[in-house]
T-cell receptor
Framework: QQQVKQSPQSLIVQKGGIPIINCAYE??????FPWYQQFPGKGPALLIA?????SEKKEGRFTISFNKSAKQFSLHIMDSQPGDSATYFC????????????FGSGTQLTVLP | GAVVSQHPSWVICKSGTSVKIECRSL??????MFWYRQFPKQSLMLMAT?????????EQGVEKDKFLINHASLTLSTLTVTSAHPEDSSFYIC????????????FGPGTRLTVL
C-alpha cells in the first residue's frame, strides 16, 4: 500500500513533443505529490508538487494532472527540449510519517533534437 | 531559497577506512534530514531519517553501526560510513525539510563513494 507505481520506464520524444509520465498510488493517506528531475551524477531537484484538493497545477512548461478518484497523477512537459532529457521521479508523502517520500521507480526521458 | 549542499561530492577510499559525508541546509533550518542511497538506474532508497538533536531512525535492513548519522544542528547532518567495503560503493544523497518547507524535501547534489 506504500508503493507508487510509475510508467513508462523510459520515453523518447522529439523536440517540441509533450512527454507524459504517469504514476499511481494505493494509500489514500498520501496528501502531497511532488515530482523530481534528476540529471546523471546529480541530486534530484524539485520540479513541481500538488495536493489532492486541486486537479491540475502548472509551473512554466510543467503540468501535473491529478485524479483523486483514480488515485493517479501525471506529469506533462510542454514543448520539450533536449535539455529536459533526465530521469523523472514521482513521489508521495503523508502527514505523520515525518513526510517520508515514497518514490516511483523513475522514468528516463530522452528528447531528441 | 531551499539550497542543500553536500561535501565531498566524490570520495575514493581504501577498504576498512571510514568516510564522513556532510549535508548542510544553507538558507533554512532543517528540522528533519534524510539520507538516501541510489544505485545506477534505480530509484532512491531511504536509509534513515534524522531529527535535530535526536537519534536517527533507520530503515529496515540498514546497519546503524555501519552508517552513523548525526544531526547535531538545524543546518548540519553527517553520515559516516564505518569500515567501508567495496559493496558500500554507491551514490549517497541527503535531503532536508523544515522551516517554511515543512512538506517538501530539498536534495543535496549527492556524494559518489568508491571503496577500493
Amino acid at each position: 500500500q506504500q508503493q507508487v507505481k510509475q510508467s513508462p520506464q523510459s520515453l523518447i520524444v522529439q523536440k517540441g513533443g509533450i512527454p507524459i509520465i504517469n504514476c499511481a498510488y494505493e494509500n489514500t493517506a498520501f496528501d502531497y505529490f511532488p515530482w523530481y528531475q534528476q540529471f546523471p551524477g546529480k541530486g534530484p531537484a524539485l520540479l513541481i508538487a500538488i495536493r489532492p484538493d486541486v486537479s491540475e497545477k502548472k509551473e512554466g512548461r510543467f503540468t501535473i494532472s491529478f485524479n483523486k478518484s483514480a488515485k493517479q497523477f501525471s506529469l506533462h512537459i510542454m514543448d520539450s527540449q533536449p535539455g529536459d532529457s533526465a530521469t523523472y521521479f514521482c513521489a508521495a508523502s503523508r502527514m505523520g510519517s515525518a513526510r517520508q517520500l515514497t518514490f516511483g521507480s523513475g522514468t528516463q526521458l530522452t528528447v531528441l533534437p | 531559497g531551499a539550497v542543500v549542499s553536500q561535501h565531498p561530492s566524490w570520495v575514493i577510499c581504501k577498504s576498512g577506512t571510514s568516510v564522513k559525508i556532510e549535508c548542510r541546509s544553507l538558507d533554512f533550518q532543517a528540522t528533519t534530514m534524510f539520507w538516501y542511497r541510489q544505485f545506477p538506474k534505480q530509484s532512491l532508497m531511504l536509509m534513515a531519517t534524522s531529527n535535530e538533536g535526536s537519534k536517527a531512525t533507520y530503515e529496515q535492513g540498514v546497519e546503524k553501526d555501519k552508517f552513523l548519522i548525526n544531526h547535531a544542528s538545524l543546518t548540519l547532518s553527517t553520515l559516516t560510513v564505518t569500515s567501508a567495503h567495496p559493496e558500500d560503493s554507491s551514490f549517497y544523497i541527503c535531503s532536508a525539510q523544515g522551516g517554511v518547507f515543512t512538506d517538501t524535501q530539498y536534495f543535496g547534489p549527492g556524494t559518489r563513494l568508491t571503496v577500493l
